[in-house]
């Protein structure tokens, strides 16, 4: 980790961070080298269906790790809804309680509200926050976080020009997520699980066809949006020789011993870079990592490699052989590796998959296992029909080798004080941490025997399953005295069970009643608007024509011409990497960073993509310089009239919402000869189901394939404050656009 002291950086080794689903995990990542573990309750957690852990469970991890000297960051980096405020700083206040040592957190009215009401607990930033440039790491450190986690899509050179008086965490390993900081809005708006929620469904791991205006664009794999896993092993020097404060690993939903494994591979090759040893892995370490879980592994955006592998959605395991032959009752195999009973293997092309339940031999025997350049058979019970590749997908006896593992020992150091007349006693210290146990019976001289230093000893080190180790034994006694040996046993024994339940804290019930808003600007009441987000010259003529109160635009050029003309908005890029240098105009921005960098001098509309979805939220950007707040387009009609009235707010209710940014363009990756993608339209089509994609500055942007409606509910809307209604076009004709202009106006007109 790095340690900042008055903007000087103290560099130390960065921490490794590990993922942690269960208890299994957890004793997987501790024994196996991590510095910190993250995991999450049963809420609030981006993963919502890992196993995660109870309250209960949480104090006991909690207290479980810091025995071994290891951090423990619990995420609480969902999209926070006005209702769920007064439960969600409870759970704050349980956590603090219960010594949490830092909250990956991603709502900024959460932080803001954490910051200032929880001022001990450590804030870092959830990549989540969508954290890619120097301004928006300069926002978050501006709320008070001390940590960020970089968006994935955070190149190696872009992370050594960032700032360094705050802690930076990136991702070395693992799966990927395909949109900007997985600030996705697929899942949320195709089945109403949302990723901003946890609830994601993994809409990029569906099979789609590319469509090319009505045309359909043969395609190496079924697909497009799947992406390989992280796997930096090979670029661990270059990372660490950028400093980072923290390396994290992904996989709360993976297995025990994919967590103890990579973490292991991790903590050997961060320690071998600082002791000056190779940085290699054998090649059995990079089977080992194949057969536990890969989809192709990439070096990703860190070093600009390519991410997508449009052949797999799943775990591509490692080749073990090809089918050469099937029929209805078995599957010919010959092997180019290993087999054994209770393999999980698939095939491929087909995608089909089985556990190996019974081998048999080229006599049709039953075998328990097969070695490499054999010939197999096993049960056609997927009634393949194809001549496939065979992928190992589980490994058995890979799982039962890396489930077992050496408990870490810690050092411990012991003192014992023996004087005649006294009390026996004890010290245990660890650390910064000391306990003194003293016995009750007063030390006598010896009648026969005398207690030497060596027979205490060896009782005095006697440590047995506790977690530690002696380090320094020091004996202080008198000569010509007795000590029973029982009762040294029974001290040591009481000393022991003291210094571990010193990290055993008790949690009593603290329930804060109230929290307050930050003061919040008084505006004027203002006039019901109609907002258009337009794509062209012509849509914005109609705009002008038919009156509407402000347009929105990201070309740079209609901008420059019409903003004389008309109540014009420039809508910033989502990933910007530099800045427009502009004073005094009207800026729509979509991410914080942008945020950060205009607000002081310009005119401020924030955008859906900024998950406004709270009071404290809202008023944070208002006190910040936001003119004017879209909110979420995940919330419901009531959680949006829970929003403050006094707050200019807007809402989409009507268009075709942005589901997520790719920073890989989709249509240079999969077509040849690829010149403009300004000549055709381009769709993804899922069960006819057509979602446009538009390229902008080599990034992909992929929208829902139908419009969001919401013009029924402007009447319910309008009693509670909203003024302000926004539609975003995407390619409607004159007639369209004036059409659903009219209807929301006469919605509004009637009622006034």
Do not use: W
């Not at 789609?208 to 092993?233: F, M, Q």
């Not at 006599?363 to 056609?380: A, G, H, Q, R, V």
């Amino acid at each position: 980790m790095i340690k900042y002291k008055q903007e000087e950086a103290i560099l130390l080794k960065p921490e490794l961070l590990s993922p942690v689903g269960n208890f299994d995990m957890l004793y997987q990542a501790i024994h196996n080298g991590a510095d910190a573990i993250y995991l999450a309750g049963h809420d609030y957690g981006a993963r919502k269906y890992a196993q995660n852990f109870s309250k209960e469970e949480l104090q006991q991890a909690i207290s479980y790790a810091h025995l071994y000297d290891v951090k423990v960051y619990v995420t609480v980096n969902t999209m926070i809804y006005e209702e769920e405020v007064p439960n969600f700083l409870d759970y704050i206040s349980f956590l603090e309680d219960i010594q949490v040592d830092a909250l990956i957190i991603s709502d900024i009215g959460m932080i803001n509200l954490v910051h200032n009401n929880f001022p001990n607990i450590e804030l870092h930033a959830s990549t989540q926050c969508h954290i890619y440039n120097e301004e928006s790491v300069l926002f978050y450190k501006n709320l008070g976080v001390t940590r960020v986690v970089l968006a994935r899509e955070t190149s190696l050179a872009t992370l050594k020009k960032l700032p360094n008086n705050i802690e930076k965490e990136i991702f070395i390993h693992g799966a990927l997520c395909l949109c900007y900081s997985g600030c996705c809005l697929f899942s949320s708006m195709t089945t109403n699980r949302s990723g901003n929620r946890g609830s994601c469904t993994a809409p990029c791991r569906k099979p789609y066809s590319l469509i090319e205006d009505d045309k359909k664009i043969k395609l190496k794999g079924k697909y497009p949006l799947s992406t390989k896993d992280l796997n930096t092993t090979s670029k661990i020097k270059e990372i660490l020789d950028t400093h980072p404060a923290c390396l994290k690993i992904e996989g709360r939903m993976k297995s025990p011993e994919y967590v103890g494994y990579v973490t292991k591979i991790y903590r050997k090759l961060i320690d071998n870079y600082y002791e000056g040893k190779s940085l290699i892995l054998s090649p059995e370490e990079e089977k080992n990592l194949k057969e536990l879980y890969n989809r192709g592994f990439t070096t990703g955006h860190l070093f600009n490699d390519k991410i997508l592998n449009p052949l797999l959605q799943s775990n591509n395991g490692i080749s073990i052989g090809k089918v050469i032959e099937t029929n209805s009752k078995y599957i010919k195999i010959k092997l180019s590796d290993n087999i054994n009973q209770e393999d999980g293997i698939k095939f491929f092309p087909s995608d089909k998959g089985l556990i190996v339940n019974k081998i048999y031999n080229d006599k049709y025997k039953l075998i328990n296992s097969s070695p490499e350049n054999t010939i197999i058979y096993i049960d056609n019970k997927v009634n393949l029909k194809t001549n496939d590749t065979v992928l190992k997908t589980i490994s058995k006896k890979l799982n039962e080798s890396l489930g077992k593992y050496n408990p870490k020992k810690l050092p411990l150091d012991i003192t014992l004080i023996a004087k005649l007349n006294n009390p026996l006693s004890i010290i245990l210290k660890r650390n910064n941490i000391k306990v003194t146990v003293t016995g009750n019976e007063k030390i006598e001289l010896a009648q026969k025997y005398e207690t030497t230093e060596e027979d205490i000893y060896k009782h005095l080190v006697k440590l047995g399953n506790t977690p530690y180790l002696p380090r320094e034994t020091i004996v202080i006694k008198d000569d010509n005295i007795f000590i029973p040996m029982s009762s040294l046993n029974n001290l040591r024994r009481e000393a022991l069970t003291k210094l571990i339940n010193t990290y055993h804290q008790t949690h009593k019930d603290k329930i804060i009643k109230t929290y307050h808003l930050p003061s919040e600007t008084t505006k004027p009441p203002i006039s019901p608007t109609i907002n258009v987000l337009i794509r062209n010259e012509e849509q914005l003529l109609i705009c002008i024509n038919e009156k509407v109160e402000t347009i929105y635009t990201e070309d740079y050029t209609l901008y420059e011409k019409y903003k004389n003309k008309a109540n014009i908005y420039y809508k910033v890029p989502r990933i910007s990497t530099t800045y427009k240098e502009l004073k005094n105009e009207n800026i729509l921005v979509s991410d914080y960073g942008t945020f950060n960098y205009y607000k002081k001098n310009n005119k401020i509309v924030t955008d859906y993509t900024m998950n406004v979805a709270n009071n404290y939220s809202a008023i944070l950007l208002d006190n910040e310089g936001a003119n004017k707040i879209t909110l979420s387009v995940e919330m419901s009609v009531n959680q949006i009239t829970q929003i403050k009235k006094s707050i200019n707010t807007e809402v989409l209710i009507y268009g075709t919402p942005e589901l997520m940014v790719i920073k890989t363009c989709l249509l240079n990756e999969y077509l040849n000869n690829h010149t403009s993608c300004k000549e055709h339209k381009y769709y993804l089509n899922e069960q006819d189901k057509y979602y446009p994609i538009i390229t902008k500055n080599c990034h992909t942007y992929i929208y829902h394939h139908k419009e969001i409606n919401n013009i029924n509910n402007i009447s319910n809307l309008l009693k509670y404050g909203i003024k302000n209604y926004r539609i975003d076009l995407l390619n409607e004709n004159e007639s369209q656009v004036k059409n659903i202009i009219n209807k929301i106006r006469k919605e509004l007109k009637e009622n006034e």
